[in-house]
C-alpha cells in the first residue's frame, strides 16, 4: 500500500471513531436532556401518552386517566378537583406538572426504579405500559372540614398527625380545578392559564400551606420564646412565675414602643403569670423574655422546630425564616419585634403545625409526610413510608409544660373559641400585621391558631392562617375570633373519624 492511500485510510478510519463517539455522546450522553427538551416532540407523546397511574385517598382515586380519542391517547381527571387541588397539583400537556403529580412522577409514570419488574413484565407481553399508584395520607373528613372552614377566604389550613407526622389535611385556598389544565385543547388550556395566573384570580396555583408568599406568625411564634426560656435551667420558670408585663415598653437602642394587644393590661401593670401572659397573649412579657434569652437561644429553639431547614413531603416545603442573626444579636428593637412573631419572621401554616405537633408528641418531633404507599399496576406495594424523627426540640417535661400553658389558653384566654365539648384542647392564637398600609384589604392583619386536642393524649395538631382576615375596625379580625373556631371544626373532624 502507497503512501496516499495509507493517509487516506487513516483520515477516513478517525472520521469513522468521530462519527461513532459523537453518536454515542448523543445517544448515551445526552439523552436525558434530550427526553426533557421541551421541543422533543416524541418525548412529550411518550411523557403524556402513557396510562398514567391513581392518586389514591381512603381507596378512592382523586386523579386518575382515562382514554381519549387524542394523539396523546389519555387525559388526567380529577374527582373533587378544589378539594385536592392543593395536594394533586395537575398534570398538563402545555404546561408540565406540579403538586403530587410533579413529586411523584416517575411513580406515576410507571418509570420509578421500584418498577423495573412491571416494566419487564411489559415488555415481555407486549401489553399497554402502565403507571403506578400513589396512596396520600389524607383523611378525606379533615380534608373537607377544613376546605369548608375556610369558606371561601384566602389562607391555608395543616392538620398532623402528631405521633407519626402523617399528613391528614393539607388546604390551601382559593383553590382550582386541575382538570382545566388537563385538557388536550390547546386553546382552552392556554385561557385557563392565563386566568388562574392573573393577579385578581388570587393566586390559586400557589400552595399557601408549603409555599409561596410566607406570613408573619404574629402571636404564636411566642411558642418559641416559651420553648427556649422553659428549656434554660437557669430561668427556673414556671407557669406560677410572675414575669415582667408593662402595659408598654420602649424598646432597647430606638424610639419605638410596644404595647399589649388592644392596649389591655396584662395583669397588674407590672408583672404577670407566665400562664396568664400566655393566655392573653401579652406582647411585653414575651418581648423581655427574648431579650432576656438572646438571640442566639431564640435562633436556636427556632431551628430546632424546622426553622431555615431544608423539607419535603415530598412536596416542596419553602424553610422558614427569623431574619439575619447577626443582625438580631446586634438590634435589641429587632429582636423584641423578631419575639413576638414580627419584623422578618415568616412561616409556613406547616411549619407551626409542626410547631403544635412537638409538643403534643412530648418534645418528639415527626418529619411531616403525604406518601402513604407506592404501588405498582398490580396494586403490590413498592415502596411504604415509615414515620420518622425530624427533631427533639423540647424535653419532654417542656413539652408537658407547654401543653399545660396552651389548655389555660383555651380554657380561660384567646383561644376559647377553640374548645371541644368533653374535649381537651390546647392552642394558641395569633394576629400578625400584613406589614401593608396601603387602605386595601392586603393591609387586613393575618390570623392564625395553632393546637391539638386531646391535650392529654394527641390524635391531631393543626395550624390555621386566614391572610388579611379583616379589617380591625370590625372588631371581629383576630385569631381566636377567626382562626380559632376552624381549627375546631378542624380537630373535632379528626377525631370524629378516628385519625
Not at 409514570?109 to 403506578?132: C, E, F, K, M
Not at 437557669?234 to 394587644?261: C, H, K
Not at 418531633?365 to 415509615?386: H, I
Request: charged share 15%; proline share 6%; with cysteine.
Amino acid at each position: 500500500m502507497n503512501a496516499p492511500i495509507r493517509r487516506v485510510s487513516g483520515v477516513v478510519l478517525v472520521m469513522f471513531l468521530v462519527l461513532m463517539g459523537a453518536l454515542t455522546w448523543i445517544q448515551v450522553g445526552q439523552a436525558d436532556s434530550l427526553n426533557t427538551n421541551a421541543w422533543n416532540a416524541r418525548a412529550t407523546y411518550r411523557e403524556n401518552g402513557r396510562d398514567r397511574g391513581p392518586i389514591i385517598v381512603a381507596g378512592e382515586p382523586i386523579a386518575s386517566s382515562v382514554p381519549v380519542d387524542t394523539p396523546y391517547r389519555f387525559q388526567r381527571t380529577y374527582a373533587q378537583p378544589e378539594l385536592y387541588a392543593s395536594v394533586t397539583g395537575y398534570s398538563s400537556v402545555t404546561f408540565g406538572r406540579s403538586g403530587i403529580e410533579a413529586a411523584e412522577n416517575a411513580v406515576l409514570n410507571g418509570s420509578a426504579p421500584a418498577l423495573w419488574r412491571q416494566r419487564l413484565a411489559t415488555l415481555v407481553t407486549g401489553r399497554q405500559p402502565q403507571g403506578g399508584s400513589v396512596e396520600l395520607t389524607l383523611d378525606p373528613a379533615v380534608q373537607q372540614a377544613a376546605l369548608d372552614a375556610l369558606g371561601g377566604r384566602e389562607g391555608a389550613i395543616v392538620a398532623l398527625d402528631p405521633s407519626s407526622g402523617a399528613i391528614l389535611g393539607l388546604v390551601s385556598t382559593p383553590s382550582f380545578d386541575p382538570s382545566r389544565l388537563a385538557s388536550h385543547d390547546t386553546a382552552a388550556v392556554q385561557a385557563a392559564w392565563e386566568e388562574l395566573t392573573a393577579k385578581e384570580s388570587g393566586e390559586p396555583l400557589v400552595n399557601r400551606a408549603i409555599a409561596g408568599n410566607q406570613y408573619a406568625p404574629g402571636s404564636t411564634f411566642k411558642l418559641i420564646n416559651v420553648a427556649a426560656a422553659l428549656s434554660d435551667p437557669s430561668l427556673g420558670l414556671t407557669p406560677e412565675t410572675r414575669i415582667a408585663a408593662p402595659d408598654v415598653m420602649t424598646l432597647p437602642g430606638s424610639q419605638a414602643t410596644i404595647a399589649n394587644p388592644g392596649g389591655e393590661r396584662c395583669d397588674d401593670g407590672e408583672t404577670a403569670t407566665l400562664q396568664r401572659a400566655l393566655e392573653k397573649s401579652c406582647n411585653t412579657p414575651f418581648v423581655q423574655l427574648a431579650l432576656d434569652l438572646g438571640a442566639e437561644a431564640i435562633a436556636e429553639q427556632a431551628e430546632a422546630f424546622g426553622w431555615g431547614r431544608e423539607l419535603d413531603i415530598p412536596l416542596t416545603v419553602t424553610p422558614s425564616r427569623l431574619g439575619d442573626l447577626e443582625a438580631l444579636a446586634a438590634d435589641q428593637a429587632a429582636l423584641g419585634q423578631t419575639s413576638i412573631g414580627q419584623r422578618d419572621v415568616r412561616v409556613t401554616p406547616l411549619q407551626m403545625a409542626m410547631v403544635a405537633s412537638a409538643v403534643a408528641n412530648d418534645g418528639q418531633l415527626m418529619r411531616p409526610y403525604l406518601v402513604a404507599t407506592e404501588r405498582d399496576a398490580n396494586l403490590a406495594v413498592v415502596a411504604r413510608t415509615s414515620p420518622s424523627v425530624f427533631s427533639e426540640p423540647i424535653t419532654p417535661e417542656v413539652a408537658a409544660t407547654m401543653t399545660d400553658l396552651m389548655v389555660g389558653v383555651v380554657e380561660n384566654g384567646t383561644g376559647w373559641r377553640a374548645a371541644i365539648n368533653g374535649v381537651s384542647v390546647a392552642g394558641k392564637t395569633g394576629t400578625a400585621e400584613s406589614g401593608i398600609d396601603d387602605g386595601t384589604a392586603a393591609s387586613n392583619p393575618h390570623a392564625w391558631m395553632v393546637g391539638f386536642a386531646p391535650a392529654e393524649d394527641p390524635k391531631v395538631a393543626v395550624a390555621v392562617l386566614v391572610v388579611n382576615g379583616a379589617d380591625p375596625s370590625s372588631g371581629d379580625y383576630t385569631g381566636g375570633q377567626l382562626a380559632a373556631p376552624m381549627a375546631r371544626q378542624v380537630m373535632e373532624a379528626a377525631l370524629r373519624s378516628g385519625s
